[in-house]
């Protein structure tokens, strides 16, 4: 009995000090929420009559992008029909409702040409430039600056070619000609090919309006501005859309250079060799010079964000998608086109309701609180345990340090592992389970006191005691984590985040209640130097005196 005791309490200290060591040694802490660490909250509205079934498909897609850039415990939740993002650590607003939820479908279109930025038709007419193409060979050096691109953003002059594929082709333009700012065009945005491809002659193409996002269609032709606002396209009606994009990951090339690697599902393969078989003899009939018709845009929500040459007549399934050898993709620039192309088919239209920076001041402001008041919430109870119950309240000082050590490393492996966000609600989620595990402790030492009143040592009352303890403990545990888990399941945000760490913290305390609490108060129950002592006594803890010889 005595081996297994001590063998029980081997096991959990040794818990608690390894995993502890093993975190600290990591360097790894538990990554903070937004209320904690800063960041930005963005509340999505849907446009329209959206059912349950394709908002919750949205949520998801949104989800796997905020995912996919790499934005650490972040959370995407459903708040009625709103869809709320919180995104710790990010600055950028505008960036990040580009990325995440104001692009609704991504489009695979064919290029009818390139025209200049829109103008409006009231302003000063100046000269249009309207650019024609020619091409480089594989190792020509000539790049993206051709076409007026900064030479950090080419992905506008890029080549998609298959996946075993290594040169790289780019769409420059040959010097421009000036037309006269007149024509007898209307002013409207394409609808039909005959329409966008007169845009396309029109000598004041600049001031036909870019087509607007709620008119950006499948079946329409359109006018849409490149990624960097550098030019705007003239696109056809979309070949395909984003759902036939399977995966999309950063790859680097046998020269060291960024590439996307895009696989395409079952479907999807046979529409874009559809595309292929289509664009390829274009650029084939004239590999030095190939058209606008070779290229195919590929555009989410009203941006085209590539616009590469298609160098082949079938992809079997995957395509690389290359920038220059002289102005390659910067990794950034890869990995923001990836997410794009895997997650960029949205279900539904969203408009941002609100966006909200959480400033890191005040997320520092409110740990630094959340703790104190924690802190002294702990020490308060733990000097009552010990005026009141003496020796036993040692007892549950080391009890709260082994179960805080242990808690502390599960929720950083947590966070390192599964993105678990550490929140304000969080913490008082754990400071209300202190005081759950306090109640363990008193039960039991309650209970104890009861055996000694009806005549028993404590010898023989400390492990009788607490097999009548633990089965009240069970209960309100069990009453506690099902509160926490209903509350987690119904609830969403910040609540999630209380019941959560409320829930893992009642599970720690059954566990520490039979590993630790059990063999600790027993082994001290049979040492007369805890049970006689003058002041700490256990006797003088549960307010009752032994004669000495019935210790």
């Known amino acids: 009995m005595r081996r297994s005791l001590i063998w029980s309490l081997i096991l959990i200290i040794g818990i608690a000090v390894l995993s502890l060591g093993a975190t600290v040694a990591s360097g790894h802490t538990p990554l903070l929420g937004l209320d904690l660490k800063g960041g930005l909250e963005v509340v999505l509205q849907p446009q329209g009559t959206v059912n349950d079934a394709t908002l919750q498909e ?56 390139q025209i200049d930025n829109y103008v409006p038709p009231l302003a000063t007419t100046t000269p249009t430039t309207k650019p024609t193409t020619t091409t480089t060979k594989p190792t020509s050096a000539t790049t993206a600056k051709a076409l007026g691109l900064p030479s950090s953003d080419i992905r506008l002059a890029s080549a998609i070619l298959p996946a075993a594929a290594t040169s790289t082709t780019t769409v420059p333009a040959t010097p421009a000609t000036t037309v006269p700012a007149e024509s007898t065009v209307p002013l409207v945005s394409p609808t039909t090919t005959a329409q966008a491809q007169a845009d396309c002659s029109a000598t004041n193409a600049a001031e036909i309006p870019t087509t607007p996002v709620q008119d950006d269609v499948a079946t329409a032709s359109v006018i849409l501005e490149s990624y960097d606002n550098s030019l705007r396209y003239v696109l056809g009606p979309a070949d395909m859309s984003g759902s036939g994009v399977s995966n999309a990951v950063v790859d680097l090339s046998g020269s060291g250079q960024y590439t996307v690697t895009v696989t395409f599902t079952g479907k999807g393969s046979t529409e874009f060799d559809k595309i292929a078989s289509a664009r390829y ?24 964000e590539s616009a590469p040459t298609i160098q082949a007549a079938s992809f079997n399934g995957s395509a690389v998608i290359s920038g220059s050898t002289s102005d390659p993709f910067t990794s950034s620039q890869a990995s923001n086109l990836a997410v ?65 050590s242990i808690l ?36 039991y030492f309650e209970r104890l ?67 630790f609490i059990r063999p600790m108060v027993i082994m001290v129950g049979r040492r007369r130097a805890f049970t006689e002592a003058r002041f700490f006594g256990i006797n003088r803890g549960v307010g009752v005196r032994q004669p000495a010889g019935d210790v």
């Open 281 to 304: 003899p274009e650029y084939e009939s004239n590999p030095s010079d190939p058209p606008f018709s070779s290229l195919e845009a590929f555009e989410l929500d009203g941006v085209v």
């Open 449 to 515: 006191k009861d055996e000694i009143r009806a005549g028993r040592t404590v010898r023989q009352s400390v492990e009788r005691s607490f097999a009548r303890a633990f089965r009240t403990v069970l209960t309100a545990d069990f009453v506690a984590f099902l509160a926490a888990l209903i509350l987690y399941a119904l609830t969403i945000g910040d609540v999630r985040g209380f019941a959560f760490m409320l829930g893992l913290s009642t599970m720690l305390d059954v566990f520490t209640a039979f590993f």
């Open 340 to 404: 794009e192309l895997k997650y960029g088919s949205l279900p539904v239209r969203f408009t941002p309701q609100s966006v909200e920076t959480v400033s890191a001041t005040i997320g520092k402001d409110s740990l630094k609180a959340g703790l104190l008041a924690g802190i002294g919430g702990i020490v308060v109870v733990l000097l009552y345990m010990i005026i009141y119950y003496r020796a036993l309240g040692l007892v549950v000082v080391l009890g709260l340090m082994v179960g805080g």
């Open 408 to 443: 502390y490393s599960l929720i950083t492996l947590l966070s390192q592992t599964e993105n678990l966000a550490l929140t304000l609600e969080g913490i008082i989620g754990i400071i209300v389970s202190i005081g759950i595990t306090v109640d363990s402790y008193v039960v």
């Open 58 to 113: 949205a949520v998801s897609i949104i989800e796997r992008r905020v995912n996919g850039i790499g934005v650490a415990n972040s959370s995407v939740e459903r708040q009625g029909r709103d869809v709320v993002i919180d995104l710790p650590g990010i600055k950028d607003a505008t960036s990040a409702l580009k990325l995440l939820g104001s692009t609704a479908t991504l489009y695979f279109r064919p290029v009818y040409c």
